[in-house]
């Protein structure tokens, strides 16, 4: 079965730091494009950031972009999501999610999802 | 970026009623529209994919139709299992974007 299993959350003052980590098992990781969707309480969901099986070809949300940076360790099956310059509106329940297709723009859809962890941006 | 508009924003509904939610998106994008459910404290799981693909394990009470800026998602007959929040997802360009839900509760 495939697990993906989310890590790395915290309470994290405004302009702080945060890594997120995505860690895989039951499937070919690298054959796989993944990305980071995030909802805030009570909110609807946003695409942050995604990346190709291969590592390449990362897009950003503008909501996002120059302050989070994508990466993935195909060796270790896992994702990451690096996180700075953490604004109150970041605030939200940060899934990994995986995309039946190694092209992070191919035109697929989510199919396995972890279970989420937690951010709060607040001083 | 595609904006996806899914109306009604919320409804009520009894066991057995046939629900239709609608996502319009800002612009053309053919069949490149999936569908997920929602329910609170879990992560979405897709029920549909490309407008009217229904995923495995998926009762065939759901339903997709639509193309280009118009899609349609139908529950034929409503189950006690189904009361959740669903979303539409675009996937035509990135960044993939999601309509901002439909809350299905109890009438």
């Known amino acids: 079965d495939v697990q993906l299993l989310e890590s790395g959350g915290d309470l994290v003052q405004p302009g702080g730091s945060l890594r997120l980590s995505c860690a895989a098992s039951g499937l070919t990781f690298s054959s796989y494009a993944m990305t980071w969707v995030r909802q805030s309480p009570g909110k609807g969901l946003e695409c942050v950031s995604g990346?190709?099986?291969?590592?390449?070809?990362?897009y950003y949300a503008d909501s996002v972009k120059g302050r989070f940076t994508i990466s993935r360790d195909n060796s270790q099956n896992t994702l990451y999501l690096q996180m700075s310059s953490l604004r109150a509106e970041d605030t939200a329940i940060y899934y990994c999610?995986?995309?039946?297709?190694?092209?992070?723009?191919?035109?697929?859809?989510?199919?396995?999802w972890g279970q989420g962890t937690l951010v709060t941006v607040s001083s | 970026d595609i904006q996806m508009t899914q109306s009604p924003s919320s409804l009520s509904a009894s066991v057995g009623d046939r629900v239709t939610i609608t996502c319009r998106a800002s612009q053309s994008m053919s069949v490149y529209l999936n569908w997920y459910q929602q329910k609170p404290g879990k992560a979405p799981k897709v029920l549909i994919s490309a407008a009217s693909t229904l995923q495995s394990g998926v009762p065939s009470r759901f339903s997709g139709s639509g193309s280009g800026t118009d899609f349609t998602l139908t529950i034929s007959s409503l189950q006690p299992e189904d009361f959740a929040t669903y979303y539409c997802?675009?996937?035509?360009?990135?960044?993939?974007?999601f309509g901002q839900g439909t809350k299905v509760d109890f009438k």
């Open positions: 990346i190709s099986g291969g590592g390449g070809d990362p």
């Open positions: 997802q675009q996937s035509y360009s990135t960044p993939w974007t």
């Open positions: 999610a995986r995309s039946p297709g190694f092209a992070v723009k191919s035109r697929y859809y989510f199919d396995y």
